[in-house]
């Protein structure tokens, strides 16, 4: 079958009280309408209406997607008639969804889309404990479809309804198209409601009603507690999903993965971790303590321990931690050692170097093989400008040495420790860069002796 499908999201989102349209704010690190795109991928563009802050939205999700712009929010029906009016939207079907609805997925709506075939329209409900807020669904004493009430419209007896409509449709597009011609504001919010085209379709074709069996899949987020709420179920999803895969979560409940995230298998995470959209990590690794892990790419077998890694490449068989900061742009190649309170930014250290302790490495290139002694710092910055170093393969540097930008140590060469470097040294060569050590025999004693004659 052949779909449009029109993603309303021009709401402002008042009791989200925030400067931003409620559908950019975020659950597991991607915005609640990325989410409903994501569901409804495999429909073509898909539409999306806009009005608040119109732009925000705009620069989120670019060419992705087709825009129809509503002015004014008078409503949902009005939203799509806005749609229609803007767009060519000429396919058979319609799939209207909202875009504040994060956790329905695509299986469901491709479920919808079959069993809407042949129909008027099809549209999702859910089962609710405390229905409250959402529109009912208000079946003919046959258990028909016969028109969705609005928590504000709803009698007494109406409200007592927990079947809920999720604002999730399928319409024949003809069908919709023609109903909301005739759709009017006559109801308690003043609003053009799309749920009423549903009761003028169903004057000419059957609807169908196909209820969700997880209702979660239907929540709608109004404000942050919802987010949250919102948030704590994806998460778990997420995590589930992660463990099935074979990556071992010794504690799901405290063990924050956001969409988007692959990892390999026998993988092992402990409680505390942080694991930000767009981080590749590898097999059988080991994540220990409080990690924050944001666009990175981790290779098999690596140990991360209580560490910061920003937009940052980690290879196989290397260990980083306790305690280190991967700033964008280091690449760390396999079987290295980074230490702990090390800072790596834009700067790569090679196959089996070490930078074990209290180091910054900052716009470098360190070869393979080197050490990197405890306290060694790049000096990479005169106040104005930033400078590379260039540390070739197997080089010695000393503790507490300063490698002041640029240089270029070359291959085999050792730097003493304590020397602040400045020139380039030649492969194989020894540099010292610090005074001889001034020792005058027993200097210490007479001075104490002289502050006890003081004292006398
Ligand atoms: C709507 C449904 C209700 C359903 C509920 C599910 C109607 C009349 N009611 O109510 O039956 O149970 O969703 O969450 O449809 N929007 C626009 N333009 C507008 C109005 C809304 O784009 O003029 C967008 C909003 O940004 C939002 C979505 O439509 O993404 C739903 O709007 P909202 O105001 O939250 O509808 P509800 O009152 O929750
Ligand atoms: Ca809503």
Request: hydrophobic share 35%.
């Amino acid at each position: 079958m052949d779909f449009s499908c029109i993603i309303l999201a021009a709401g402002q989102g008042t009791r989200m009280k925030s400067t931003m349209p409620k559908v950019l704010h975020k659950v597991c690190g991607r915005a609640l309408v990325e989410h409903v795109l994501t569901a409804c991928s495999g429909t073509g563009k898909p539409a999306v209406v806009i009005g608040n802050g119109s732009e925000m939205v705009r620069g989120l999700l670019g060419d992705s997607v087709r825009y129809a712009m509503q002015e004014q929010r008078k409503g949902t029906g009005h939203a799509v008639m806005e749609c229609f009016r803007q767009l060519d939207i000429d396919t058979e079907y319609t799939l209207v969804c909202a875009g504040d609805m994060p956790l329905i997925t695509a299986q469901t709506l491709q479920e919808l889309c079959k069993r809407a075939e042949g129909l008027g329209a099809c549209v999702l409900s859910a089962c609710m404990d405390n229905p409250f807020g959402y529109g009912r669904i208000i079946r003919n004493q046959d258990g028909t479809f016969k028109k969705i009430v609005e928590q504000k419209d709803a009698t007494a007896q109406e409200a007592e309804v927990r079947e809920v409509n999720t604002s999730v449709y399928v319409f024949r597009t003809e069908l919709l198209r023609s109903a909301l011609k005739q759709i009017t504001p006559a109801n308690a919010q003043g609003e053009y409601y799309l749920t009423d085209c549903l009761e003028i379709i169903s004057r000419e074709a059957p609807i169908g009603v196909m209820c969700l069996d997880d209702p979660d899949e239907a929540f709608g987020i109004n404000d942050r507690v919802q987010l949250a709420q919102a948030e704590a179920i994806m998460r778990r999803r997420i995590n589930c999903g992660h463990m099935k895969n074979g990556v071992t979560l010794t504690d799901p409940d405290n063990t924050y993965i956001e969409a988007g995230v692959s990892i390999g298998a026998d993988t092992v995470i402990y409680p505390g971790s942080y694991i930000g959209t767009g981080t590749v990590i590898g097999s059988r690794c080991v994540l220990r303590g409080a990690n924050r892990i944001e666009n990175s790419v981790i290779g098999d077998g690596v140990s991360v321990e209580a560490s910061t890694l920003l937009s940052c490449r980690v290879g196989d068989g290397t260990t980083v931690g306790p305690n280190a900061y991967l700033r964008p742009g280091a690449v760390i190649g396999r079987k290295a050692r980074i230490g702990d309170f090390v800072e790596i930014k834009n700067a790569s250290v090679g196959d089996g170097s070490k930078v074990s302790h209290l180091s910054y490495v900052g716009d470098a290139d360190v070869g393979s093989g080197c050490n990197i002694g405890c306290g060694v710092v790049f000096v990479n910055y005169d106040g104005k400008h930033k400078f590379r170093s260039v540390v070739g393969d197997r080089v010695f540097v000393g503790s507490n040495a300063n490698i002041v930008a640029p240089v270029h140590l070359a291959d085999g060469a050792y730097i003493a420790a304590g020397s602040t470097v400045t020139r380039d040294i030649p492969s194989g060569a020894l540099c010292v860069a610090r005074s001889r050590e001034y020792i005058k025999e027993e200097w210490a004693d007479k001075l104490r002796a002289s502050w006890e004659e003081e004292e006398k």
